[in-house]
């Protein structure tokens, strides 16, 4: 069976072409002006006269089946993808993280049983929470499953964050089998310290928790994360990028040549810190770390997207019910920590970045697909459309529009951060592995998702 799209204004991140799509097999067969298909077989044809086809999205960090102290994450993979894929979002890397005392690849194992109904294909970033005498066998043997990215968090000390002793002998590992780390960067020490004051001085509503983590907490750490980068060689990701402060370090790092590059959440570049001035019901869903910063942080995030310094947008889809949200309404340390937005990225970055005149159409595509796929081993098989990568597409129709909801979207949650927001711009027909899997804006299939063995990322791709 043969898929071809037809005249579709092909947008891949280094340009924009008018042409056709032919699939076969999965796989993208041709990409040409006009393709002529086989004879005599079987053919699905697709008329993409006025839409965008774009490579399918790639959103390198989401937090499916998470558990907190406030109970998991509210959305689960088979949930968490199938929202995915109806924002145009066709493969997800998801986090495994062990308790301690537990090896990487029991907690992989146990990850991936988790994993196995994923509707998107799916992988993981895999997270030291401390140094074993193992560590290092583990650490290889991950790389060779094919997970050569690493999770490390500076915050959250009590359960999975580490000292700096422990990140460079990590990085050390990872740097000499030719593989990565990204770094959830916030002085966890301090912020230990400001919450426990905060709290015991009788200010335990929702405006603690930006209070608790201002934004020099999160740039002094970056610094450290980019030292230990220098010192051990080792790549270094920044997830959820937020303060203004931060991306001038980060933009100083990538100038002197290091190997650091960085992530941005929509929440940071759309959402700012006066929604944390409310009644708890209303403050609650914006508990997330890093918080939500000011409209100067906001203006340096969209400017990093622009010049190159950012290389990715991903949601940190993290969702919970109001009911885990309220677990901490007499204590904000309490608070589920974490909100959704996997549906919604490419619509967001698409009103607020591409129609604002902010980012092109192209760029739009670097950042939530080419990007992640290269800096994570998976491209060109991801994030392009082009001969022999994988036919996973969507057909953006740019006139749609839709209010967000949380009592339509398709997140397991009855919150969004983003209630009320027009988005412009909608996933009209999603393709995953060469098949339909979203019609018209609704799910057609539901796809089975593979598990991804990443490479090594080239140097320099
Ligand atoms: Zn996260």
New binding site residues.
């Given amino acids: 069976m043969h898929l071809v799209i037809r005249q579709a204004e092909i947008v891949n991140a280094d340009g924009r072409t008018r042409g056709d799509v032919l699939v076969r097999g999965g796989h993208i067969v041709q990409v040409a002006d006009q393709v002529s298909p086989p004879a005599g077989e079987p053919l699905e044809s697709i008329d993409a006269g006025g839409m965008l086809l774009l490579p399918g999205g790639l959103d390198p ?1 989401v ?1 499916m089946h998470l558990p907190t102290a406030a109970g998991f994450s509210s959305d689960d993979f088979v949930s968490g993808s199938r929202a995915a894929l109806l924002g145009g979002t066709t493969t997800l890397i998801d986090f495994v993280t062990p308790r301690r005392g537990m090896s990487l690849t029991d907690a992989l194992a146990a990850r991936l049983m988790e994993a196995r109904r994923c509707h998107t294909d799916y992988s993981f970033h895999v997270s030291p929470v401390e140094w074993r005498d193992s560590t290092a066998a583990e650490i290889r043997d991950c790389i060779a499953a094919g997970l050569p990215s690493f999770k490390l968090y500076m915050a959250y000390k009590d359960s999975i964050g580490i000292d700096e002793e422990v990140m460079a002998k990590v990085m050390r590992t990872v740097a000499k089998e030719g593989g990565m780390v990204t770094v959830h960067c916030e002085t966890g020490d301090e912020v230990d310290r400001l919450r426990r004051e905060l709290a015991e001085s009788g200010q335990t509503g929702p405006a603690s928790h930006p209070e608790s983590r201002p934004p020099h907490t999160e740039s002094q750490a970056v610094e450290k994360a980019i030292a230990l980068c220098a010192q051990t060689a080792c790549p270094v990701y920044i ?2 990028v937020s303060a203004a402060a931060s991306i001038e370090h980060i933009r100083k790092a990538q100038s002197a040549g290091l190997p650091v590059m960085a992530e941005v959440c929509p929440h940071h570049l759309l959402l700012d810190e006066s929604v944390y001035d409310a009644p708890f019901e209303q403050a609650a869903p914006f508990v997330l770390s890093p918080p939500l910063r000011s409209e100067s942080d906001r203006n340096a995030l969209w400017g990093a997207l622009a010049d190159g310094t950012v290389e990715v947008v991903g949601t ?1 889809h ?1 969702p919970f019910f109001m009911e885990q949200k309220a677990a901490g309404r007499n204590d904000f340390r309490l608070i589920a920590n974490g909100a959704g937005g996997v549906e919604h990225r490419l619509a967001l970055i698409y009103t607020h970045g591409v129609l604002e005149g902010r980012i092109s159409h192209e760029r739009w595509v670097a950042l939530c697909s080419t990007g992640p796929a290269r800096l994570f081993g998976l491209y060109p098989r991801k994030g392009r459309i082009c001969r022999g990568a994988d036919a996973d597409m969507v057909l953006w129709d740019p006139h749609a529009s839709e209010i967000v909801s949380a009592a339509r979207h398709h997140h397991r949650s009855d919150i969004s951060i983003y209630e009320g927001m027009t988005l412009r711009g909608k996933a009209r027909m999603v393709i995953k592995s060469g098949k339909v899997v979203v019609e018209d804006g609704q799910q057609r299939r539901q796809p089975a998702g593979s598990f991804l063995r990443r490479k090594v990322p080239e140097k320099g791709q």
């Fill in positions: 960090h937090h997830v959820h940190d993290c």
